[in-house]
């Protein structure tokens, strides 16, 4: 029998969130690898090998999968939320490029997952509801001046805003540096939300206006989204309604 | 018994990607309001009310689901992708905003499905494997220039970029402008993905340099996706791999 990898997206915690296509490939796979606490998240069962990995060894991770599958192993890489959104999938790719030339022979598939920024989105409302974008704010891979001139140009388009990885023990300075950034150039108004845990029994949402947005209102498992100048919110008798309207009627 | 609202995504066609959160609501619903083609993927039942529209009424439609549900009724309104990413989400938000007081007493929620983009992402590679920004093409609820602005600032802040809604028979003539405009400001040899009806038995995938792209290449059911100054191509024995590694190395 032939090998396969698929690199899979859980989603953002809840089991609901997890598509057919992914479960699928779970009960037919031998094979797990991801990092810790996503692997955790898989049942164990007669005939899978679970392979858990530390956070930063994503390249070794990909090589593994990929030198499994060669072997004719059905290797499933788990990411929460979608793969192909600062996940697993880019990494198997470098892995791929890098590797020997058997294993483009491999039979790869992406099965896409709902990623955070969508799930976070949802439960807030619509506040990517029209032109945005989505910006990893660790400056592991990339310099920081680059993350900052991606903020003031965004600003500049006028995109919402959603920031994977705002915030980690690591780099406890760089968001608040993007906070500062975000008030001089999106003013003290403009509605961020801070939406942790989304989907999980610890989810816990907070819309404040950037005047009133701290650093340490963000973790690692914090999704941040900052509104364009259109987004707006609705008041409720339960929780405020975030939403960014379809239609710009100002001029460019 | 109280009404409910659900607004939900259906994902881009394939049931396996429709999260078992969306089939439970749709399984409890009373009605399902949407646009045609999507309300024609929900198989009929005992009990449930189908409620086609036509494109363009977004309003008219999400004010009818208020309305439904405020009667006591258990509504589902239906998008394709993601309902939050240019979709219904907003279009209930506007129109709750805009509506009767006690229609803010409704229990709404937001349902995430699989967006077209992200599908298609995972179909082709891992294009939005960094940095990107999402952009609604369609010049029917914003003006053009704000249209050509988002782009440039976004080729220059080298954004990977996703396109919806890139081509429609109303808007001829603006899906070859924003080719003209990419090829100048991202130069010839970018990687452009037109990715067509992903997940359906329809779905074709073509990969070309920015030299080549021509506007025919998109219809309304393509999803359009640039790649940024990073994104790279695998050749392979079956079909081309796109994607954007996680590292920037080169300075801002």
Known sequence: MSGWLAIAGLGPGDEALITPEVTAALAGASDVIGYIPYVARIAPRAGLTLHPSDNRVELDRAAHALELAAQGRRVVVVSSGDPGVFAMAAAVFEALEAGPAHWRNLDIRVLPGITAMLAASARAGAPLGHDFCAINLSDNLKPWPLIEKRLRLAAEADFAMAFYNPRSKARPEGFKRVLELLREVCGPDR??????????????????????????????????????????????????????????????
């Open 191 to 252: 509605p961020i939300l801070f939406a942790r845990a989304v989907s999980t029994p610890d989810e816990q949402l907070r819309i404040v206006p950037l005047a009133e947005a701290r650093a340490d209102m963000a973790d690692m498992r914090t999704m941040v989204i900052v509104g364009s100048s259109m987004t707006r919110i609705i008041d409720g008798p339960a929780r405020p309604i975030l939403y960014t309207p379809r239609s710009v009627t100002v001029s460019a």
